[in-house]
């Protein structure tokens, strides 16, 4: 059975950078695209991001576009957000969740999440 | 964007209902349709994915059917552990939307 552990949470200053990492095991890694789903106190799911098994291609949500960067490290079993010039609205609880398939696909697998907050 | 608008927002049930969620697209998505379960502190739980598809170890209970624009989750004889936020989420087309959520509470 699969699992995610997201960390790299906390307080940051808008403006400022953060990296979330997602820690993979009981499952071949680099086999998977892997998304990043946030949540909003109050509001609903939102996707943010996707990487390709292979880190080949990445995907955003228009909110995120220019300002986050994922990435993955294959032979670590770790996947990134690098959260750039971050907003007050990119306070969330992030989570990761991997992609079992190709078109479409299923999100079977997700973590707990690890909370950002953004405030001066 | 693909817009993904669910129904109702939030329901009240007694233990032993049966309820239902609907989900729409605002084009056609043919299946690419998933449904999650999501309880407060919790990972969100795969339940139904390509609409109709029970994801393993979910119970029978649950039940997704659709295609096209329209969506439906059936949950047989409601359980207490089944009080959660429901969504519905499309995986046609990058941005993957999600609806905007159904609070399903004890009666």
């Known amino acids: 059975q699969g699992q995610l552990v997201e960390s790299g949470g906390g307080v940051v200053q808008p403006g400022r950078s953060l990296t979330l990492s997602c820690a993979a095991s009981g499952y071949t890694f680099r086999s998977h695209g892997m998304h990043w789903v946030r949540q909003a106190p109050g509001k609903g799911l939102e996707w943010v991001a996707v990487i390709w098994y292979d880190g080949s291609i990445k995907n955003y949500a228009g909110s995120v576009m220019g300002r986050f960067i994922v990435s993955r490290d294959n032979s670590k079993n770790i996947l990134y957000l690098e959260m750039n010039s971050v907003r007050v609205e990119d306070t969330a609880v992030y989570y990761c969740?991997?992609?079992?398939?190709?078109?479409?696909?299923?999100?079977?697998?997700w973590g707990q999440g690890t909370l950002v907050t953004v405030s001066s | 964007d693909i817009q993904m608008t669910q129904s109702p927002s939030s329901l009240s049930a007694f233990v032993g209902d049966r309820v239902t969620i609907t989900c729409r697209a605002s084009q056609s998505i043919s299946t690419f349709l998933n449904w999650y379960q999501h309880k407060p502190g919790k990972a969100p739980k795969l339940l139904i994915y390509?609409?109709?598809r029970l994801q393993s170890g979910v119970p029978s209970r649950f039940s997704g059917s659709g295609s096209g624009t329209d969506f439906t989750l059936t949950i047989n004889t409601l359980q207490p552990e089944d009080f959660a936020t429901y969504y519905c989420?499309?995986?046609?087309?990058?941005?993957?939307?999600f609806g905007q959520g159904t609070n399903l509470g004890i009666k």
């Open positions: 989420q499309q995986s046609y087309s990058s941005p993957y939307t």
């Open positions: 390509d609409a109709s």
């Open positions: 969740a991997r992609l079992y398939g190709d078109k479409g696909g299923k999100w079977d697998y």
